[in-house]
């Protein structure tokens, strides 16, 4: 039998809440979410020689990576704000297109797994921003969370 989830983010009227962390203890919390953007390979190709007429895609993706890590209470309803320590942003060209892997760390009372997925996410909007005239089928894919650390549930990596 698969246990039902505790859906915390409800009342006993069912509707959505922020989650009370008051009593949670501070403790260090990490969390790495990656992704990928699909991309033609003329684009690929331009990425590589640096001939993006909007200008540098990866440094644009990295820095909009780190805006959209703070930005997420802003963005995302319940998200709690919190004091983030550390945004670590790789970017990656392959032949595919550019892998996006992002880890967030902090020391507060809940997680950074919705930052550093909003950070993956805005990465990839970024990119596709700068190439979307060059390839228009440009695509966002598998943004996930790869690794969590910290709190009352510990450590959780994707198998």
């Given at each position: 039998?698969?246990?039902?989830p505790n ?7 069912g509707?959505a809440?922020m989650?009370?962390v ?6 260090l919390r990490?969390?790495?979410?990656s ?13 590589r ?7 540098d895609v ?5 820095v909009?990576?780190?805006?959209g890590?703070?930005r ?8 709690h704000?919190i004091?983030?320590h ?14 996006i ?6 020391a507060d009372r809940t ?11 805005v990465?990839?909007?970024?990119v596709i921003?700068?190439?979307?005239a060059l ?8 943004v996930?969370?790869?690794t969590?650390?910290?709190?009352r ?7």
């Open positions: 039998m698969i246990n039902e859906f915390t983010h409800l009342d006993e009227k509707q809440r989650v009370d008051t009593n949670r203890d501070v403790s990490t969390a790495t979410a992704g990928w953007v699909k991309l033609s390979k003329s684009v690929v190709a331009l990425l020689e640096g001939g993006v007429p909007k200008g990866l440094a644009t993706a990295r909009a990576a780190i805006m890590a703070k997420t209470p802003d963005l995302i309803p319940l998200c704000p004091a983030l550390g945004v670590d942003v790789e970017l990656e060209i392959n032949d595919e297109g550019v892998l892997t992002v880890s967030v760390k902090t997680g950074v797994e919705m930052e550093a997925l909003t950070a993956v996410a990465a990839g909007l970024t921003d700068m190439v979307k390839d228009p089928s440009a695509a966002i894919c598998d996930r969370v790869e969590k650390s910290g709190g549930n510990g450590e959780w990596v994707r198998d």
